[in-house]
C-alpha cells in the first residue's frame, strides 16, 4: 500500500519550447542524385529468349528498353485479378455441371439465347413488363366477374408406368375430347381480386401439372384460359384480363420452348447459338411437330391461335424459315375474330411475341396495323354500340380500352423505323378522319424528335378531330409529353403554346385541366421567360380554386412546382413570379404544403450557389422554412425533425449581409424567433452568431472600436440568453465552453467570465443516461470529454480581481466532489489526474498557449510565491484524494482497477511533479510497485515507461532520472 504522509507538491518547470524541438524527428540529410519521390519512375524492361539449356546452367540473349511505366499497372498487366477471378471457372460449378449432365449444359446455353434475345430489341426498346403494372392498375372494375373451370383440372389421370404407347395416346385424346365436349362448371360473382387470384392458381397449376408429366393437362388450362379473352361481358376489364391471361401463355410457351431445347443435345454437347433445323434431333423435331399438331386440333379460333402464338418460337426446332411463313397465317387468322377489342389485342400478342422471336420482321408487324385500320370501322357498327348500351359504357370509355394495343402494336412499328414512315401514318390517320385514338398512339409511339418537328402539323390534325370520341385534351397531354423530351422548331414555339392553351383553358374539369397543364409547363419553362410561367400559374390558379379543386389535385400541383424548380435555378427572377406564392397557397393540405416547401428548399440548397441578402428571395424563403416549422408538433418523428432542421440551417448557412454585420445580427434574432421549437435549428444559430463575432475580430484585426467591442458583446448576449433554450444538456454545455472562448477570444471578459461559470453551474444536473438515437447510453464518457476541454480553456482564463485565486476551477473541483458518478468507476480520478496537470502547466512562467489580447495568469501573477502556495495546496489535496480512493480499490475484485490507477498516477507525476523532491520521488517509486503487485499491469505499458525514463535520465536537467530508474524494478508474472 502506498504510505499515506502528507506529500508536499513541488511542480516540475517545463521548457515547452525545448521539449517541442525534441519531439520533432531527427532531420537527415538526403542526397537525391537521380532519386526525387516525386519523379516518375522508369522501369527497364528485359526481354530474354533462352538460348540453349543444360542442367543448371542457360544462355540468353537480352533487349532491354526503358519507359516510363506504372509499377502498379506492370504489376496487373492491364487486367482486374477479381474480373480474372469472376471469369474463370468457378471448380465447384465445373464439378456439379459434371455430375448434372445435359441439363446444365442446356440451362446455361437457353440463358446465354434469353439474354442474346434481350439484347436484339436494344435497351431503348420498352418491354411489355414496364407496361404491365400500368395496365392493371388502370383497368379495374367493381361488376361482378365469372370464370369457367373445367373438371377435369381437379385431379389428373395418373397412367401407370407399364402402360403401352398407345394406350397413352388413347387417354390424352380422350382427355382433349372431354375438354371439347364442354365438361366444365362456371364461378360467378367474383370480385376483381377473387378472379385475380383465380388465374394465379392456374397459372401455378400449369407449372405443377408441366412439373409432374401431366402435358395434356398443361395443355387444357392453357385453352381454358385462351377462350376466356372471347368474352366482353365486363368490358372495362379486358386489358387487365389480357395481361393475367398472357403471362399464362408466355409460362406455357417457355415450359414448351425448354423442354424441345432439352431433347436437342446429348451430354456432350449443346446446340450453337445460331442453330438450324438441322442441328435438331429427330427426336426433339418429332416432339415439337407432335406439339404443333395437338394445337391445330383445337376447334375454336382464338384458343388455336393464341396457344399456337405462344409455341411460335418453338417454329425454330422445325423450319428455317418457318416464323417468317407463320406469322402472315397468324395475322390473317385474325380476320376472323369479330369483336374488334378482342381482334386488336391478338393483334397485340402477336406482335409483342413476333418482337420477342424475329424483331427484324416488320413487314407483318405493319399488315397487323393497316389490318386494324381497315376494320376500325366496325366500331360504330350495331354491334358494338348495342354492346356499349347494354354494359352503359359510353364511347370515350370504350376507345380508352384499344390505347394499350394500339400504343403497343405501334411502338413496335415505330422502333428504330424512318422518319418516313411517321408521315405515311399521318397520311393514313387523315384518310380515317383524323381518327383522335390512332392520333394519340401515333404521338406516343414516335420517337419525340419526330413528333416536336412536326408539331404545327399535329396540332392541326388535333383541331379537325371529332370531339366526341376521344377528348382533345388527351392529344394535347400526348403532344405535351413529346414536347417536354424533345424542342420543337424555335419559330413555332410560342405559337404551339398560344394554340394548345387555347384549348387547354377552355377545359371545365378541373382534374383533365391540371393533368395537361402539369405536361405543359415543362415546355414552357424550358423555353419561355417568368412572364409566361406567371400567366400559365394565374391561369391554374383561376381554374383550381372555384370549389377548392386543388384538393383533388394535389399531386399534379406539386409535380408542377417541381418543374418549375427544375428549370429555374436564379431563385430572385423565381420569386419575382408574382403567381408562385399565390400558387403555393393552394396547397392548403399540411403534410403536402409541407413536401412541397421541402422540395423548394432541397432545391435551393442544391442550385444557390453564392451567399445571397436579396430581400425577394429572404421573404419568400423565411415564408417557406415558418411553414416547415410550424408543421412541427409533438408527434412529428424525430427523423422529420432533423430533415426539416437540415433544411432550415442549410438556408441560413447562405445568408450573408457581407460587412453589414448588425442587419446579419438581426436577420438572426427573427431567426431565432420564428424558429424556436426546432433545436438544431437554435444550435445553428449560436453557431453562426459565434462565426459573426469572430468575423469581426478578424475584420478589426482584433483592435476592437467602441462600436465593434459593443457588437461582439450584443453576439455574446445573443448566445448567452439563447442556450437556456435547448433541451440537450450536452448541447448547452458546449455551447457555453465555446461561446466563453469566443468572448475571451474578442476580449469580452466579463461575458467569458459568465458563460464559463454557467457551465460550472450545469455539471451537476448531467445525468448519468443520456438519449443518443433513440438509444439510452451512459453519459460519464461524454462528460469526461467536456471537462478536459474546459480544464484545456481555464489555463488562459484571467482570475476575476474581485475572487479568490483560481475561482473558475475550485468551483469546478466543488462540483466535481458532489457529482453522483457511476457505481465501480474511476471517471472522478481521471478528472483530478487531469486537473493535476492543468494546475501544474499554471504554475509555469509562461504558458504553453495564449489567447491574443488577453493577459492569462502568468502575466497577472508573474510567479508570485503566494499563487504558487495556493496552486500546491490543491495539489496536494487532490493528490490525497486520488491515494485514498487507490487504498479503497485494495479488494480483491478491483486489483485490476487499482494498477491501472497507480501507473496512470506513477505516469502524471512523472511529467508534472518534481521528482527531485524525496517525498515526490518515493511516492512515484511506491506507485511502480503497486502497479506491479498483483500482476495486472499490461508488461509492454511498463516496460516502454522504463525504457523512456531512461532515455530521459540521459538530458542534463533530468539526470535524476538515472537514480529513479534504478529503483523501479520489474516484476514476472509467474
Request: aromatic content about 8%; glycine content about 4%.
Amino acid at each position: 500500500t502506498v504510505k499515506m504522509s502528507s506529500i508536499q507538491w513541488h511542480s516540475r518547470w517545463r521548457n515547452y519550447k525545448q521539449e517541442k524541438e525534441s519531439c520533432h524527428l531527427e532531420r537527415v540529410t538526403v542526397e537525391f542524385g537521380e532519386y526525387h519521390p516525386l519523379k516518375p519512375i522508369t522501369v527497364t524492361d528485359s526481354k530474354t529468349k533462352k538460348i540453349a539449356r543444360k542442367g543448371s546452367t542457360s544462355s540468353t540473349s537480352s533487349s532491354s528498353s526503358s519507359s516510363i511505366m506504372d509499377p502498379l499497372s506492370t504489376m496487373l498487366d492491364g487486367t482486374d485479378p477479381l474480373s480474372i477471378f469472376a471469369a474463370s471457372t468457378d471448380p465447384l460449378s465445373a464439378a456439379a455441371s459434371v455430375s448434372s449432365g445435359k441439363s446444365n449444359i442446356l440451362e446455361g446455353g437457353r440463358k446465354k439465347r434469353e439474354k442474346e434475345d434481350e439484347m436484339a430489341l436494344g435497351i431503348d426498346f420498352e418491354p411489355w413488363t414496364a407496361k404491365r403494372s400500368e395496365i392493371l392498375a388502370r383497368y379495374t372494375t367493381t361488376e361482378k366477374l365469372s370464370i369457367n373451370l373445367f373438371m377435369g383440372l381437379e385431379k389428373g389421370k395418373a397412367t401407370s408406368p407399364g402402360s403401352a404407347v398407345s394406350e397413352k395416346v388413347r387417354t390424352r385424346l380422350e382427355e382433349l375430347d372431354d375438354l371439347e365436349e364442354g365438361s366444365q362448371k362456371e364461378l360467378l360473382n367474383l370480385t376483381q381480386q377473387d378472379y385475380v387470384n383465380r388465374i394465379e392458381e392456374l397459372n401455378q397449376s400449369l407449372k405443377d401439372a408441366w412439373a409432374t408429366d401431366q402435358k395434356v393437362k398443361a395443355l387444357k388450362i392453357v385453352i381454358q384460359c385462351s377462350k376466356l379473352l372471347s368474352e366482353t361481358t365486363v368490358i372495362q376489364f379486358y386489358p387487365s384480363k389480357f395481361v393475367l391471361i398472357t403471362d399464362i401463355l408466355d409460362t406455357f410457351g417457355k415450359l414448351v420452348y425448354d423442354r424441345i431445347l432439352s431433347m436437342c443435345a446429348d451430354n456432350r454437347s449443346t446446340l450453337p447459338e445460331n442453330f438450324n433445323p438441322e442441328d435438331v434431333s429427330d427426336t426433339a423435331r418429332e416432339t415439337c411437330l407432335n406439339w404443333f399438331f395437338k394445337i391445330a386440333s383445337i376447334r375454336e379460333l382464338i384458343p388455336r391461335f393464341y396457344v399456337e402464338a405462344a409455341i411460335l418460337k418453338c417454329n425454330k426446332f422445325v423450319s428455317k424459315a418457318g416464323i417468317s411463313e407463320i406469322l402472315p397465317r397468324l395475322t390473317s387468322m385474325i380476320r376472323g375474330i369479330g369483336d374488334p377489342l378482342v381482334a386488336v389485342y391478338a393483334r397485340a400478342y402477336l406482335c409483342r411475341v413476333g418482337m420477342d422471336v424475329a424483331p427484324q420482321l416488320k413487314e407483318n408487324l405493319n399488315k397487323n396495323f393497316f389490318d386494324f385500320l381497315l376494320t376500325f370501322k366496325q366500331i360504330h357498327g350495331d354491334t358494338v354500340q348495342n354492346q356499349l348500351v347494354v354494359q352503359r359504357v359510353e364511347m370515350p370509355v370504350y376507345l380508352t380500352l384499344y390505347s394499350p394495343a394500339i400504343d403497343w402494336i405501334l411502338q413496335c412499328i415505330a422502333y428504330q423505323a424512318p422518319e418516313t414512315l411517321l408521315t405515311e401514318m399521318m397520311e393514313r390517320c387523315k384518310k380515317l378522319g383524323n381518327n383522335a385514338l390512332l392520333l394519340n398512339s401515333i404521338m406516343s409511339a414516335f420517337r419525340a424528335e419526330f413528333i416536336a418537328a412536326r408539331a404545327m402539323d399535329f396540332i392541326g390534325m388535333i383541331k379537325e378531330c371529332d370531339e366526341s370520341g376521344f377528348p382533345k385534351h388527351l392529344l394535347f397531354h400526348s403532344l405535351g409529353q413529346n414536347l417536354a423530351l424533345s424542342d420543337p422548331p424555335e419559330n413555332d414555339r410560342l405559337q404551339i403554346l398560344n394554340e394548345a392553351w387555347k384549348v387547354i383553358t377552355k377545359l371545365k374539369n378541373p382534374q383533365d385541366y391540371v393533368k395537361c397543364a402539369d405536361v405543359w409547363i415543362e415546355y414552357t419553362c424550358k423555353h419561355f421567360s417568368k412572364r409566361e410561367i406567371n400567366t400559365v400559374l394565374a391561369d391554374v390558379i383561376k381554374h383550381m380554386t372555384p370549389d377548392r379543386a386543388f384538393e383533388d389535385a394535389y399531386p399534379q400541383l406539386r409535380s408542377i412546382i417541381q418543374k418549375i424548380l427544375d428549370h429555374f435555378h436564379d431563385f430572385a427572377v423565381l420569386f419575382s413570379v408574382e403567381k408562385f406564392l399565390p400558387f403555393l397557397d393552394m396547397f392548403q393540405k399540411e403534410s403536402v404544403r409541407v413536401e412541397v416547401c421541402k422540395c423548394i428548399m432541397e432545391a435551393f440548397i442544391k442550385h444557390q450557389q453564392e451567399l445571397t441578402r436579396d430581400p425577394v428571395i429572404l421573404n419568400a424563403l423565411l415564408h417557406v422554412c415558418k411553414t416547415m416549422h410550424d408543421s412541427v408538433n409533438a408527434l412529428t418523428l424525430e427523423d422529420e425533425k432533423r430533415s426539416l432542421a437540415v433544411l432550415i440551417n442549410g438556408f441560413i448557412r447562405m445568408v450573408s449581409f457581407g460587412r453589414d454585420f448588425e442587419q446579419q445580427l438581426s436577420f438572426y434574432v427573427e431567426a431565432r424567433c420564428l424558429f424556436c421549437n426546432l433545436e438544431p435549428v437554435v444550435v445553428q444559430l449560436i453557431h453562426s452568431v459565434n462565426q459573426l463575432a469572430m468575423e469581426t475580430r478578424r475584420v478589426m484585426k482584433g483592435n476592437h472600436s467602441r462600436k465593434t467591442a459593443s457588437f461582439v458583446r450584443a453576439c455574446a448576449a445573443y448566445c448567452f440568453i439563447t442556450i437556456p433554450s435547448l433541451t440537450n444538456i450536452f448541447s448547452r454545455l458546449n455551447l457555453y465552453l465555446l461561446s466563453g472562448q469566443v468572448a475571451l477570444s474578442n476580449q469580452c471578459l466579463s461575458q467569458a467570465d459568465a458563460f464559463l461559470k454557467a457551465a460550472v453551474s450545469l455539471v451537476p444536473e448531467v445525468p448519468k443516461m443520456i438519449s443518443i438515437d433513440g438509444k439510452m447510453r451512459q453519459s460519464e464518457g461524454f462528460l469526461l470529454d467536456f471537462l478536459s476541454n474546459f480544464f484545456s480553456t481555464l489555463l488562459v482564463v484571467p482570475d476575476h480581481p474581485e475572487h479568490e485565486v483560481l475561482y473558475l476551477v475550485r468551483g469546478l473541483l466543488n462540483v466535481i466532489q458532489d457529482y453522483t458518478w457511476e457505481d465501480n468507476s474511476d471517471a472522478k480520478i481521471q478528472v483530478y489526474t487531469n486537473v493535476l496537470h492543468l494546475l501544474t502547466a499554471i504554475t509555469q512562467d509562461t504558458y504553453l498557449y495564449h489567447v491574443d489580447k488577453v493577459d492569462s495568469n502568468d502575466n497577472l501573477y508573474g510567479g508570485d510565491p503566494k499563487f504558487l502556495a495556493e496552486i500546491n495546496k490543491l495539489c496536494e489535496t487532490l493528490i490525497g484524494q486520488i491515494l485514498d480512493h487507490l487504498k479503497a480499490l485494495g479488494k480483491d475484485e478491483t486489483l485490476k482497477r487499482q494498477s491501472a490507477l497507480a501507473l496512470s498516477l506513477f505516469n502524471t507525476l512523472l511529467i508534472t511533479g518534481d521528482l527531485k523532491n524525496n517525498k515526490l520521488n518515493q511516492l512515484a517509486t511506491n506507485l511502480w510497485n503497486l502497479a506491479q503487485k498483483h500482476g495486472f499491469a499490461d508488461t509492454k505499458t511498463v516496460v516502454r515507461t522504463l525504457e523512456y525514463i531512461k532515455r530521459q535520465s540521459k538530458l542534463p536537467e533530468m539526470s535524476h532520472f538515472s537514480e529513479l530508474a534504478a529503483r523501479l524494478p520489474l516484476q514476472s508474472r509467474t
